[in-house]
């Protein structure tokens, strides 16, 4: 490899190792060629690339890349684990990888958030629950008051809803308001014709007064006569 294919190899690392979210590293000795193929395509799932290169590349990649802190790790033959994806679900799959092959593959450490990790680090993450299954579990957790609040408001709506029932059947809103109302004027208008028949009997039980007689109306026309033929002092 000439210069120029080093400084191509430094510059596509560099760039992979910038943009991980977490960076494993493993000593991969005694692990076959197929075997590591097919790791990877293990690892594509959790979008994880396995690199494997000369410590000397890495080393200066990792300094290009501003994480250099992970030149720590590169002693001996080295297999870099790049996540850009779930990191519980790419160390899984590393940790399962290592239990079946019974020791080829082993944790040196990792990188993550800007900190160095230990090998015994990286397999507690590998015991994490993966991404899909956490937010399975905070969407559970958020769901929960809100399903409790939501039955309460029902509650609450159903409870109004039977108090304004129970008002309405008192007459005091709704249908039985506007029936009270009809019926005083109807009680209203049933109450005058009894008071005009009353009245009407009133006057009939009255005693009639009687009419004047026939010579007190003879006596005032003769008064009335005298009166005008009397002579004036003229």
Request: aromatic share 2%; charged share 25%; proline share 5%.
């Amino acid at each position: 490899m000439n210069r120029e294919e080093k400084a191509a190899v430094i510059d596509r690392i560099a760039a992979e190792l910038g943009e991980s979210d977490a960076i494993f590293a493993l000593d991969y000795r005694g692990i076959t060629v197929a075997q590591i193929g097919e790791l990877r395509d293990k690892l594509r799932a959790s979008d994880t690339k396995l690199r494997v290169a000369k410590n000397s590349l890495s080393e200066r990649a990792a300094d290009q890349a501003g994480v250099a802190d992970i030149k720590s790790l590169l002693v001996g033959p080295t297999a870099l684990a790049l996540v850009r994806g779930d990191a519980a679900a790419a160390a899984k799959v590393l940790n399962d990888t290592s239990r079946a092959l019974r020791g080829p593959l082993t944790f040196k450490g990792g990188f993550m958030s800007g900190t160095l990790l230990s090998p015994g680090q990286v397999e507690a993450i590998a015991k994490l629950p993966s991404r899909d299954v956490l937010n399975a579990q905070l969407v559970g957790t958020i769901a929960a008051p809100l399903s409790g609040l939501a039955r309460t408001l029902n509650a609450l709506i159903a409870g109004v809803a039977v108090q304004l029932g129970q008002i309405r059947d008192q007459g005091l809103v709704g249908g039985g308001a506007a029936a009270a109302s009809a019926q005083a004027p109807a009680e209203e208008a049933a109450v005058e014709p009894a008071a005009a028949d009353a009245a009407a009997e009133a006057d009939a039980e009255a005693p009639v007064e009687n009419p004047p007689s026939a010579e007190a109306d003879a006596e005032t026309q003769s008064t009335e006569g005298s009166s005008d033929d009397e002579p004036s002092d003229e």
